[in-house]
């Protein structure tokens, strides 16, 4: 699955969400416990963290009013429909309590228990039980009961209602494919069972991967019934965090203040130092960037959720270089040349040393080295088994089109024609366009680019009919492992696109690869990921890697305790405090 927040400048296209290194530094680690004790692959699940409160952040101060900048609207913040990374941010920090939450630890993102306070799977992770915790209560007082868990599970399978929502439990738990939910089905949901505060869930596959989707707002508990009317839950969600709503204008605004229900000492992540956050989303980028810079008035108690410009950059760095904070993310773009119709592996490569990457980057209106960094692997940095090999040999981000030119003319398709889209009217896409064909015809290629409408980007990008034979993709994990990469983007699915194999990759053995390493012991999983990038990228070349995104925030002067979420490309909204 991917994150719903689209960048779509340039000529890559990504769905942003995240899994990197906070702080410009660090790594996402993962969990090493067995099935039995509660793991999903590395250091990453710390057991030990089961009871709060959450440990004090060393010189953090408690009230004053945090203030946040953002350029996206919260288009709704019913949790079963939350998928941005912006309203999964400020939902799993501040409001709805999940089964698993992260932590962050220096730069590095950890899983520890949220609402359930341990977790175990069967041999062949396709049962997986979770012991919940007791006490907790919706802001309204109302005691969090087994029916609200089981409402809040039986909602995520409908795909109708959440149209905006991620789909793992149809994905992967018990008839996943035929339960529409609780609306559509009109039935109770048959793969849940409880035996006092022991949840089981039962999967119709392996999902090693279990006790990260449990991070996810879709999976906590949700009153049954009129209480959480999709119509209007969505604009004032029960809170069982810190914070509640206060006034939410959609799309504009919302301010959260304090949930006098939420018990700190039940909650081992969240500390909620300020008072109130107020945020608001329909600022440009340059308000934004003026704001943080210029650190005045509200200004110093004000961070921004969104990268700064390029050309704000130098003057950032020279006003408040320690009010920066910067992080890779798990976005990797890429140009996806059709596996269908480019069956030539030298073609492949040709592409990959005649792509303009530099030139394309700065075109785009990066930050080269920091919003933009150079990568050769299919897994971003910082991903637990990452191995670091470079199948071309030109650094991810080295051009030769002579060489390319070469390696072209030893095929025999001198000439060979590439159809990539780009949007018309879009500045930045059109300039980077024109460094892409500028590239391509010096190394031998017919480029042909293919003009659209913004409106029409995602429809053309999905059509597997469409008339290009190269698209202009990404990909951002929902959590840090492996599986969250090749099961998507690289298994064999009808028409390619049933999963997010925008290249329309299919071999047998990958497939068969892919299956084996699902099934290995967590422990020993991360290093088959890497394994298999290594073996995917060597072997075939499906796909020319143009850079890792990178996230650079700032935040106003009397900001404390901000980092840059390795899971989301977010600040980590659960340490933020306000220096009084």
């Not at 690289?490 to 068969?512: H, I, M």
Request: glycine share 10%; charged share 20%; with cysteine.
């Amino acid at each position: 699955m991917r994150w719903k927040k689209p960048v779509i400048a340039a000529a890559a296209l990504a769905m942003m969400s995240a899994a990197a290194c906070g702080g410009g530094g660090g790594s996402t680690s993962i969990p090493t416990g067995s099935p039995s004790e509660g793991g999903a692959a590395g250091k990453a699940i710390d057991m030990t963290s089961v009871d709060g409160p959450a440990p004090a952040i060393p010189g953090a101060t408690k009230g004053g009013t945090l203030y946040t900048m953002y350029d996206l609207g919260l288009p709704t913040m019913d949790p079963t429909d939350s998928y941005y990374v912006h309203s999964t941010a400020i939902l799993s920090s501040y409001v709805v309590r999940s089964l698993t939450q992260y932590v962050y630890r220096d730069g590095d993102a950890v899983l520890i228990p949220d609402l359930a306070t341990s977790w175990k799977s069967n041999k062949d992770y396709t049962k997986w039980t979770f012991t919940l915790r007791p006490g907790i209560k919706f802001e309204n007082g109302d005691p969090v009961t087994n029916d609200d868990w089981l409402y809040g599970i039986e909602r995520s399978f409908d795909r109708d209602t959440f149209t905006l929502g991620p789909s793992y439990s149809n994905d992967y738990f018990k008839d996943g494919d035929t339960y529409k939910g609780p609306y559509a089905s009109n039935k109770k949901y048959t793969g849940v069972t409880f035996d006092g505060n022991k949840m089981t869930i039962q999967m119709s596959r392996p999902f090693p991967d279990m006790a990260y989707w449990g991070s996810f707002p879709a999976m906590s508990p949700i009153p049954p019934g009129d209480a959480s009317n999709p119509a209007t839950y969505k604009n004032h969600p029960l809170s069982t965090g810190p914070y509640k709503f206060g006034k939410f204008d959609p799309g504009v605004s919302l301010q959260l203040v304090r949930n006098d229900q939420w018990d700190p000492n039940t909650d081992p992540g969240r500390h909620a130092y300020p008072d109130e956050i107020d945020m608001t989303f329909t600022d440009n980028l340059a308000t934004i960037d003026q704001t943080v810079i210029t650190d005045t008035g509200k200004g110093q108690q004000t961070l921004s959720m969104q990268n700064l410009a390029a050309a704000d950059y130098p003057t950032a760095v020279q006003k408040g270089q320690d009010r920066l904070v910067t992080g890779t993310t798990s976005c990797v773009y890429y140009w996806g040349p059709d596996y269908r119709k480019i069956t030539d592996k030298k073609v492949r490569q040709a592409i990959g040393w005649a792509y303009p990457y530099i030139a394309a980057w700065k075109a785009n209106g990066e930050i080269v080295n920091v919003t933009r960094i150079p990568s050769t692997t299919i897994l971003p940095p910082g991903l637990p088994g990452r191995v670091v090999y470079d199948p071309l040999g030109n650094k991810g981000k080295v051009t030769d089109t002579a060489k390319a030119k070469q390696i072209l003319k030893s095929a025999g398709k001198l000439g060979y024609e590439l159809k990539f889209l780009y949007i018309r009217g879009d500045d930045q896409s059109e300039a980077v366009k024109e460094q892409i064909v500028k590239s391509l015809t010096k190394a031998g290629f017919k480029a042909s680019p293919v003009a659209v409408g913004v409106n029409q980007y995602y429809t053309v990008l999905a059509d597997p009919d469409a008339d290009i034979n190269v698209r202009s993709t990404g990909w951002c994990s929902d959590w840090p492992t492996g599986l969250s990469w090749f099961e998507p983007v690289f298994r064999t699915v009808p028409g390619g696109l049933a999963g997010s194999n925008y290249t329309f990759f299919s071999e047998k053995d990958v497939d068969q690869r892919i299956t084996q390493v699902e099934k290995l012991p967590l422990a020993k999983q991360p290093h088959a990921w890497g394994e298999l990038d290594k073996y995917i990228m060597t072997k075939y070349y499906p796909m020319i890697i143009v850079g890792v995104a990178g996230d650079v925030f700032m935040h106003g002067s009397k900001v404390g305790g901000m980092q840059n979420d390795p899971i989301l490309a977010m600040p980590t909204f659960k340490d933020i405090y306000i220096k009084q």
